[in-house]
């Protein structure tokens, strides 16, 4: 069974950093791209972060770019996402997903196959 469990998430000041990772179980992902998407309350679940099967290729929406940086550990079937310089409207949950993603398809949600629980940030100001 597949598995994504996401963490480090939590209560930070504005300003302030955070990074999430994702370990994915059940299966080896090394050929597939994986993705950070956020939801806010009220709001549709939206792209933020997305990494390519061998690292080489990364994809940002343009309010992170310069703040969070994604990376990957093929080795520990890990993903992760550092964010500096945290803002009150990067408060949401955070979700990592896996697929084989593209430099066209990595914003689409549909693309991706597996996906894990969330795990909430929250931005004070």
């Known amino acids: 069974q597949v598995q994504l469990v996401e963490s480090g998430g939590g209560l930070v000041q504005a300003g302030g950093s955070l990074r999430l990772s994702c370990a994915a179980s059940g299966r080896t992902f090394s050929s597939y791209g994986m993705g950070w998407f956020r939801q806010a309350p009220g709001k549709e679940r939206r792209f933020v972060a997305a990494?390519?099967?061998?690292?080489?290729?990364?994809y940002y929406t343009d309010s992170v770019k310069g703040r969070f940086t994604i990376s990957r550990d093929n080795a520990k079937n890990t993903v992760y996402l550092q964010m500096n310089t945290l803002k009150p409207e990067d408060t949401a949950v955070y979700y990592c997903?896996?697929?084989?993603?593209?430099?066209?398809?990595?914003?689409?949600?549909?693309?991706?196959?597996?996906w894990g629980q969330g795990t909430q940030v929250t931005v004070s100001s």
């Open positions: 997903a896996v697929g084989r993603l593209n430099a066209y398809n990595y914003r689409a949600p549909g693309i991706y196959d597996y």
């Open positions: 990494i390519s099967w061998s690292g080489g290729s990364t």
